[in-house]
């Protein structure tokens, strides 16, 4: 098919590029500069899509983002699949592919469309509520299918190819919308100097410029928009961002700015370049010029394809060229939309009639639509659409529209087009997210956005104000671009602006829905919302069901719901909710806009946040050795830390053992590095440490460490580890490798707020120090091969620390233990620690030294009942739960965070769930963790559970499967049995006993 | 996303460089034994949560690591002033200054 309804001449086209795409399996061509909706109304493309819950045909109504019908899903690849585009929104390129997101087996021939004629009826608003919500368990089966034939796009199953940015801006002055009135307003503030960020969300600045027959200096208007972009041009703070749509208004004058940079040149971006960016602005001011969106009529049968909006006809054939049918008739209640009127027969086409809802229009375009010869019915308005799948005809009747009546029969008019204008609704979204009311104007009928109050430091400008008039908008846009940079501290400059036509403009008259003769419930269907099928009738019956609220109202019918964001059908819902419920629309009140103001894509929103760079990934310095070596991963928070290191195929389960017996029987090397260093220092240190930990630090001497317990104000473990007095004012202190950036907040927290007047300052020294542990009975010998530290055990006793030289590099070495055996912690300098590490291993050889992991850490701890926070407590566990009264300080004279807490009676009670071993009578079984028990397997179901398995291993050097668990009073428990019924229905039995299962008298790390 | 004063940086900065941090001018009980379980609960579990003015401890935890104190209206978000620990707030919700403020804040 040929392009049928392309005019020979015009529009903003380039018609030396044809360029092909396929709609729904069709090929087609177009033009560059065309839209896609542009490209598929010159091909006489009527249908492009079903409706969302009647299935009646529906064609292409609007011009830009208000657009209900034509929402597509584009992509010639599974990879470049995007749902939801707005096909007046997209531009035209060679190669694209589209089709409709619903209709079937196609949108021509369509069976649902069958079911909603016959169903209509039967689906009245609420109906999916009053239908599909018993029994509730089969909603997610209605709701698959309900998805399906709603039409709501789909998106791609594979990985998206683009990449996407983000950008972080600041401003002075942010102008939303490249129409007159923010082209103006950019003028004025650029020439001040500020810095400008201009965005328009279409493909070319100018907005309602491109298409309108008005002129600036006797010239076509556009020649003036092209002036002013070359000027903004020039101006080094000016940022033009076309293609840019702001969809978020968001607190402290934060804007999101969705920026489309290669969607119109292709589904994926060339090699190299981003697709979209999402620009996040602080601007000082906002000017709001985002203009107004024109409103249709509502009348019966308003959805068959072939009914549009009077403005966008006019921009079909101004600017793309394009004539989307043949005899128009337009119904209006206001001047302007006349322009369409002027446009089609200059278009060469046939204008059958005007229908004109007032009852004596005079205004200019009108008196020169009557010179041109067009019929004019006055008093009168189209009542309803004749036609299934394309205007066939239009009746026109005379109607009285303070009565709401019909007052003549009227008479039926062949034509293939009709085209509405109800008014202009200023575009008040951005005005609304975060709050703020917008204000009915009886004189526009429309909502403008009220005041910024401070929330929004913002200024509106042109249409959006309720500005109208060209000459008017222009000054409008001028003086708040002005204003805004006066406002940020720069002098207003100004300047003349083109002159516009003077034109006779009459009032308008009070007209949403148009009255029928039948009832609004017997009438044909009078569609408001076209997107959400919600008609006139389903709003009546939304009041008459007691919805009175428009937020209610909004809900229980759907208006406004969905990517359309009430664009089109706000207002004459509104205004049909307070006419049925005899309240004035002001009483009424209007529903709020929330972000986003058109739908983002889920790339522009993650930018380069994802994959690779979806979160931060920390290694140790010994990473390297680690890859090489054959480690499998663990992650800990952002660390990525050995987990095991398996050799010749081993699983975890061998690695884990062949590890546990190597650390027990020889030597084993652990990177420790991850775990939470601060180095603290100041002459209070010390007096600090005994009030954030729960034991004693005032004999702690220099050269000694000490484990500590950290609690909270509640008496609860948060976290532990050891710190060392390095200097009676200088200690450094480990914490949990999940819980340092915590700790330290912790203490500062403390420290500013609470105990100011302590001199301490605390530094997190994690990632400078990088740290080997060396456990196993030959460390000693191991390590005395690269250091010149004396390691005799009473010149460095367990629970101190040494400096020295370890492989030639400046060390800390803490003779602490984590495993139960003889260990040595080397510090080093992160940067030559791979160094080390790598002289210990070859140092290490005679001893059959093995790098052990994470899994086998824990392993060997829980053999000696070392507890890890966070896995054997919860944020419910004191010390004394824990079998760890030894660790408290009751005596400390300050009373240190969390000993109140602990001292609440419920903390005392011997009934609390307390950490105890446990031996599972089967000494293969070994329990999950997590395993809820109880005492009674025997008692029905819902059981009494008693606590939980915190740690469960098998023990390679006990040879026996062993647990770690929270059982109430299990202290006094010893020897009892405590079952654990798993939800397979087995049954694991086991002994309550000490939770130190291996050398408990600690002579191994003693020696 | 807020833009918040920091009164040791002296800067306004992103909300994403700090971390909110509860309400603020709780003092911690000077000797918490002699508290009783009620005051001692009042203390760590009771906190105001109004329609309006709200003093607030933050601390620039990407920024220099302070805490200080925030004034917002937690209708409207605006932050009314930033302080340091210590001192004491200039705007409060039983202040003649604010109940502008309030009553702006009411419409959104």
Redesign the interface.
Known sequence: MSQVNRLAKGGRIDRSQALSFTFNGQDYQGYAGDSLAAALLANGVDIVGRSFKYSRPRGIVAAGAEEPNAVLQIGSTEAAQIPNVRATQQALYSGLVASSTNGWPSVNTDLMGILGKVGGGMMPPGFYYKTFMYPQNLWMTYEKYIRKAAGLGRSPTEVDPDIYDQL?QHCDVLIVGAGPAGLAAALAAGRSGARVILADEQEEFGGSLLDTRETLDGKPAADWVAQAIAELQKMPEVTLLPRATVNGY?????LTIHQRLTDHLGEIAPMGQARQRMH?V?AKRVVLASGAHERPLVYANNDVPGNMLAGAVSTYVRRYGVAPGQELVLSTNNDYAYRVVLDWLDAGRKVVAVADARSNPRGSWVEEARARGVRILTGSAVVEARGSKRVTGARICAIDAKAHKVTSPGEVLDCDLIVSSGGYSPVVHLASH????PEWREDILGFVP??G???QQRIDAGAVNGVFALGDVLANGFEAGAKAAADTGYKAVSGSLPQAEVRQEEPMLTLFQVPHDKSTARAPKQFVDLQNDVTAAGIELATREGFESVEHVKRYTALGFGTDQGKLGNINGLAIAARSMGISIVQMGTTMFRPNYTPVTFGAVAGRHCGELFDAKRYTAMQAWHLKNGAEFEDVGQWKRPWYFPKNGEDLHAAVARECVAVRSSVGILDASTLGKIDIQGPDAREFLNRVYTNAWTKLDVGKARYGLMCK??GMVFDDGVTACLADNHFVMTTTTGGAARVL?WL??YH???W?ELKVYFTSVTDHWATMTLSGPNSRKLLAKVTDIDLDKDAFPFMSWKEGLVGGVPARVFRISFTGELSYEVNVQADYALGVWEQIIEAGKEFDLTPYGTETMHVLRAEKGFIIVGQDTDASVTPDDLNMGWCVGRTKPF?WIG???M???DCLREDRKQLVGLKPVDPNQVLPEGAQLVFDPKQSIPMQMVGHVTSSYMSAAMGYSFAMAVVKGGLKRMGERVFAPLADGSLIEAEICSSVFYDPKGDRQNV | MLHIFCPYCGELRSEEEFHAKGQAHIARPLDPDACTDAEWGEYMFFRDNPRGIHHELWVHAAGCRKYFNVTRHTVTYEILETYKVGEKPSVTATGATDKQAVAEGVTA
Request: charged share 40%.
């Open positions: 972080n968001h607190d402290h004058n934060f996040r602080r975060l709050g703020g009311r009220g005041p109050n401070g929330i104000e509640d907040e500062e927290i500013q707020t609470e100011p009373s000993k109140r807490g001292n609440r009676d």
